[in-house]
Antibody
Framework: QVQLVQSGAEVKKPGSSVKVSCKAS????????ISWVRHAPGQGLEWMGR????????DYAQKFQGRVTMNADKSTSTAYMALSSLRSEDTAVYYC??????????WGQGTLVTVSS | NFMLTQPHSVSESPGRTVTISCTRS????????VQWYQQRPNSAPTTVIY?????PSGVPDRFSGSIDRSSNSASLTISGLKTEDEADYYC??????????FGGGTKLTVL
């Protein structure tokens, strides 16, 4: 069973950038996709975008266009999500999730990103 | 784009049955698969229903999903409620075949 292991918590200043990693443990991404979802305090789940690692194709939610970049390193089965121009509203737990067709097969454990001056 | 609207909260007693709705604002609910996720406090979400009504292995058959074309909505039904079912539940669907939409989430209280 492939698990997703995410990088550790981050504390960032407003205006800076953050990069979160998501590594497939016990296997590879194969033909799966990776979506990134965040959960801000007191809010619901929010989809940020997705990448198909085998194709290197990414789609981003309109809200994050221009601020988010998703890529993947097939050789290490690691996906990355970078978010720039951080503001306090970006404080959230960020999750990666491996999906096949419509189904999320595995969720990462989450990475807390705190944006504070 | 469209929105998925869920009730903010529902509550029911142990052993009873509860249904959580998810109404699509525009376009047909049957046009794109609906998934349901359970999220307990301070935990990552887990998938309880995918492709409208399919259960991943390990999810008890107390959980079921359906769609209703007449109300343009999807539903998650949990029967034989247990205290461990207390969590937030989110529906999710797709637009433009690639983009995802989440409902606002429903807090289920089992009391």
């Amino acid at each position: 069973q492939v698990q997703l292991v995410q990088s550790g918590a981050e504390v960032k200043k407003p205006g800076s950038s953050v990069k979160v990693s998501c590594k497939a443990s016990g296997g590879t991404f194969s033909s799966s996709g990776i979506s990134w979802v965040r959960h801000a305090p007191g809010q619901g789940l929010e989809w940020m975008g997705r990448i198909i690692p085998i194709l290197g194709i990414a789609d981003y939610a309109q809200k994050f266009q221009g601020r988010v970049t998703m890529n993947a390193d097939k050789s290490t089965s690691t996906a990355y999500m970078a978010l720039s121009s951080l503001r306090s509203e970006d404080t959230a737990v960020y999750y990666c999730a491996r999906f096949e067709m419509a189904r999320i097969v595995t969720w990462g454990q989450g990475t807390l990103v705190t944006v504070s001056s | 784009n469209f929105m998925l609207t869920q009730p903010h909260s529902v509550s029911e007693s142990p052993g009873r049955t509860v249904t959580i709705s998810c109404t699509r604002s525009s376009g047909r609910i049957a046009s794109n698969y609906v998934q349901w996720y359970q999220q307990r406090p301070n935990s990552a979400p887990t998938t309880v229903i995918y492709e409208d009504n399919k259960r991943p292995s390990g999810v008890p058959d107390r959980f079921s999903g359906s769609i209703d074309r007449s109300s343009n909505s999807a539903s998650l039904t949990i029967s034989g409620l247990k205290t461990e079912d207390e969590a937030d539940y989110y529906c999710q669907s797709f637009y433009n075949s690639t983009n995802w939409v989440f409902g606002g989430g429903t807090k289920l209280t089992v009391l």
